[in-house]
């Protein structure tokens, strides 16, 4: 029995591992997605207005209303990814596991069945479709994130890897892109994606619990197969009801850390969500996130700017760009690694000189913060220098900080905040940064518009801004040597 177990459990984290590789935030690979919507002339009478209208202009200028309407559909999309973290993991809270999946199911087959069935005429659906794809894949990658639960000591190590694999399942639509361009419709492409819905219910029944996977986890636990009831699995959840699937996700390199006890005086949420080391990381996360979402969300036209409208280049770099996002499943367990060493040894030189144990926590979290914002400065910098090959680079340094990015906010959160108000806090960042992140529609309309195409200043500004992130490590550290010396017991 132990065997079959261990044999259930190995298999519930491959296949989580290939839903959140192959489904959960396909949204990202949107630039590939565009690649093909051009192709079949979605929004292309948009382009014809603007030819009657302007004249002698050239396509590259009269498409700009195509850019845009892309783009707007990808602020949507890219909003709601964040945006309903906090409600999404309230479903998943509330109701646990089954209903959370089913309700994935509903709004991933629905999306893709949408997108198999439009066309050109009726490409205005994409402004529903989209948005409904990329909740319905966070909602698979939430549901996820607890299998680590059920392998203790590897816990992080597997919720890093979910989160990377979420990154890479980007690389989905370039797939798409070669299949079409292989002759294999758009239409049928999608409609194997729904298909696929068939498995994902087969998981959720037959590999996933009804309820949540409960950490730490408790003797002879079973679910799925595995449990021939469900009042075994009942009876030991209860006590994860009261948790949010995200303070579970990074509970336990926090409770190391801690020790005894949370070693601040007991504290609202409110005043931590007014607090200073909040704000600061609510800025940190929105600067660097913003620049991710204008690159992607615009990267169909800064190729086609940059190739002078070469189809077969933009389609090369849109190519090399697909396949780097693959790599985030190898990226992102770096950070957590960074973390884990620095906060072995920040706990031994603690024990020696007797520092206080949330400047162990805050002092982990510093070199991953200060990498994290020169990776996204580098990126800046690359994205910014209007010279093709040069791109290369760029998407490199872009998939590297992404990966590190989501990784170190949450574990951030949970190294510098109460674990009961985890939840909470993450949710609400999610949200705010969600709302900083519509920005990318207006400044692109900028760039097309007074800019004349010229992105130089907005450039310049972001690059600023970028620069502004570093005062987060850089404030958690001063903070991190004045409590060096508090007692670590309070």
Known sequence: ???????????????????????????????????????????????????????????????????????????????????MTFPTGYIFDRFK???????????????????????????????????????????????????GNLFGKHRSTIITLYNGAFDSSSAIFLIVKLLYEQGISLKAS?????????????????????GHIPYPLPPNYSYGLCSRSSTREKKKTPESE????????????????RGSGWPEEPRSFRSYALSRRFAWHLVWLSVIQLWHYLFIGTLNSLLTNLASGDKALVSRYTNAFAITQFFGVLCAPWNGML?????????????????????????????????????CLGFV??????????????????????????????????LAFPSEHFGKLFGLVMALSAIVSLLQFPIFMLIKGPLQNDPLYVNVMLVLVTLLTLA????????CRQKEHTPAST
Not at 65 to 80: G, H, N, P, V
Not at 242 to 257: C, M, R, T
Not at 341 to 367: C, F, H, M, N
Not at 472 to 479: A, D, I, N, T
């Open 472 to 479: 987060h490590p850089f404030l958690l550290y001063r903070e």
């Open 242 to 257: 009261k948790l949010d699937l995200q303070s579970k996700e990074f509970v336990s390199p926090a409770e190391e850390i």
């Open 381 to 414: 910098l690359c994205a910014s220098v209007p010279i093709l090959p040069l791109q290369y680079v760029t998407f490199i340094l872009q998939v590297i900080s992404r990966s590190f990015l989501y990784g170190g906010n949450a574990a951030f959160l949970t």
């Open 190 to 210: 999608f409609i194997f994606l729904s298909v696929c819905s068939a498995w994902h219910v087969g998981r959720t029944f037959l590999l996933m619990p009804r």
């Open 97 to 147: 596991t089954m209903v959370a999946r089913l309700i994935a199911i509903l709004l991933y087959t629905s999306a893709t069945l949408v997108i198999a069935f439009i066309s050109a005429d009726s490409a205005l659906l994409l402004f529903l479709a989209m948005p409904m794809l990329s909740v319905g894949g966070i909602l698979f990658l939430i549901t996820n994130l607890q299998i």
């Open 1 to 83: 029995m132990p065997s079959q177990g261990q044999a259930m459990r190995v298999a519930t984290l491959l296949t989580g591992l290939l839903e959140c590789l192959g489904f959960a935030g396909v949204l990202f690979g949107w630039a590939s997605l565009v690649f093909v919507f051009k192709a079949e002339h979605y929004f292309e009478d948009l382009c014809e207005q603007n030819a009657t209208l302007m004249g002698n202009a050239t396509d590259q200028d009269v498409c700009k209303a195509q850019d845009e309407r892309f783009s707007l559909i990808f602020t949507l999309a890219s909003f709601m990814n964040n945006f």
């Open 339 to 375: 973390m884990d060493r620095l906060k072995q040894k920040y706990q031994k030189e603690a024990r020696k000189t007797g520092s206080s144990a949330l400047a162990v926590a805050l002092s982990s979290a510093v070199p991953s913060l200060a990498l994290t914002s020169l990776l």
